[in-house]
């Protein structure tokens, strides 16, 4: 939420409001669904759509098993979206310490090395889609990138809605 405040606030007119947290965006799109909607975790663990959803396992010692940390969840969701929240999140200057910690521990898991001291310039940058990859390294180029046209949104917003004429009698 921090970011999307940030955009909207450096680009005037701009209007995120569908950037909406994880727990909302469950709420939204399995309304009336889920048996718990108190937490995040509830939301995810009482939604039918994940029934039977297992997330595979790899022999350890002893008979135990533990999570595969390479598989899918891991290694598809942490270069896409959570690299390209972080990189954008960076070019914002927004400090962002618990994606931090964990894209810290992910990139270990895949096999990756994308985060280097806090920032999105890793050897496996360009393997993400975070906006550094394709070499974006400030907002402004974000913005040229991503199509927004500062300028054009200002101008909407300082552009009053035509008023209606009032109804007939």
């Known amino acids: 939420q921090a970011i999307r405040k940030k955009m909207e606030e450096l680009v005037p007119g701009l209007n995120l409001k569908d950037a909406v947290d994880l727990k909302q965006w469950y709420l939204d799109c399995y309304s009336g669904q889920m048996t718990d909607t ?13 029934r039977g959803l297992t997330h595979p396992c790899q022999d350890a010692d002893g ?16 270069p896409t979206g959570m690299c390209f929240n972080k990189g954008l999140g960076e070019l914002l200057g ?27 310039n890793g050897p496996d940058v360009a393997k993400t889609r975070a906006p550094q990859a ?3 390294s400030t907002f402004e180029q974000f913005l040229v990138a991503a199509k927004i046209d500062k300028a054009a949104l200002a ?8 008023s209606l004429p009032p109804p007939a009698e």
Do not use: H
Not at 38 to 50: V, W
Not at 100 to 112: N, P, S, T
Not at 155 to 162: I, L
């Open 38 to 50: 108190s937490s995040l975790r509830a939301c995810m663990n009482t939604n039918p759509g994940y």
């Open 63 to 78: 008979g135990k098993f533990m999570p595969d940390l390479k598989y899918r969840y891991l290694s598809e969701d942490v």
């Open 94 to 120: 927004v400090p962002m310490p618990m994606t931090d910690k964990v894209l810290a521990w992910a990139q270990d898991c895949i096999g990756m090395k994308i985060l280097v001291d806090g920032k999105m």
């Open 134 to 136: 394709t070499g974006i």
């Open 155 to 162: 101008k909407e917003k300082a552009t009053p809605a035509p």
